[in-house]
């Protein structure tokens, strides 16, 4: 099937630095990918639905300008936590549905762990 | 608004069979995911679910009826390796994942 590549799995970094994630779709090209946050022991959380050529959507609550998308090409998206705090320490994840395909499943990357101490 | 509920934590048997329920409310329906997720993990794809009935893979299946919004995912000859989250996630008329909370699985020997 298509494969997610997310990048890095885990990241240890201090407080008032930022942090780049990135998410790429090794395969297909994705027009689309979104991202998630997961604390322990909860669901995932959809932060924000990132587009390729144009601005994210981002879903209620979730800071736009903290947390920053930039889908520049079809198999690239990148998470940016600006200023990151230790409120912001969790379990960041992508996905992206491959849109030549059918509705099958949505391709997770690996994760992210980020710790801001 | 749109819901999902799941048991929060099951426990089963090593060799057993177990079946974790999954409701959904949600506006408009496109399918519904199953998803198994082991601790630090991403979620793993185990099935999906559009129309009414029972999909079977393997020691999987994941039963869907539209008209009762209900779902099950059911596990057979269970393995320690099943011992994970799984999560279930159903797709809005916006195409949209509406994820739930998940249904931890402890398997005991």
């Known amino acids: 099937g298509a494969v997610v590549s997310q990048h890095p799995s885990r990241v240890i970094c201090k407080s008032g630095t930022s942090v780049k994630i990135e998410c790429r779709s090794l395969?297909?090209?994705?027009?689309?990918m979104f991202w998630y946050r997961q604390f322990p022991k909860q669901s995932l959380m959809l932060m924000a639905t990132s587009n390729e050529g144009s601005k994210a959507t981002y879903e209620q609550g979730v800071e736009k300008d903290k947390f920053l998308i930039n889908h520049a090409s079809l198999t690239l998206s990148t998470l940016t936590v600006t200023s990151a705090h230790p409120e912001d320490s969790s379990f960041y994840i992508c996905s992206a549905r491959d849109p030549g395909g059918e509705v099958t499943e949505a391709f997770f990357g690996q994760g992210t762990r980020l710790t801001v101490v | 608004g749109q819901n999902i509920d799941q048991p929060t934590e099951m426990t089963a048997t090593e060799g057993a069979i177990v079946q974790i329920n999954c409701t959904y409310q949600t506006s408009g329906f496109n399918g519904l995911f199953w998803y198994q997720q082991h601790a630090g993990e991403a979620p793993t794809f185990l099935s999906y679910?559009?129309l009414d009935g029972l999909e079977e893979k393997g020691r999987f299946s994941s039963f869907l009826s539209r008209s009762k919004g209900y779902s099950y995912l059911l596990l057979k000859e269970l393995q320690m390796k099943d011992s994970a989250s799984y999560l279930c996630a159903a797709i809005d008329s916006n195409y949209q994942l509406i994820w739930g909370a998940g249904t931890k699985l402890i398997i005991k020997p």
């Open positions: 395969d297909f090209q994705a027009t689309t």
């Open positions: 679910n559009v």
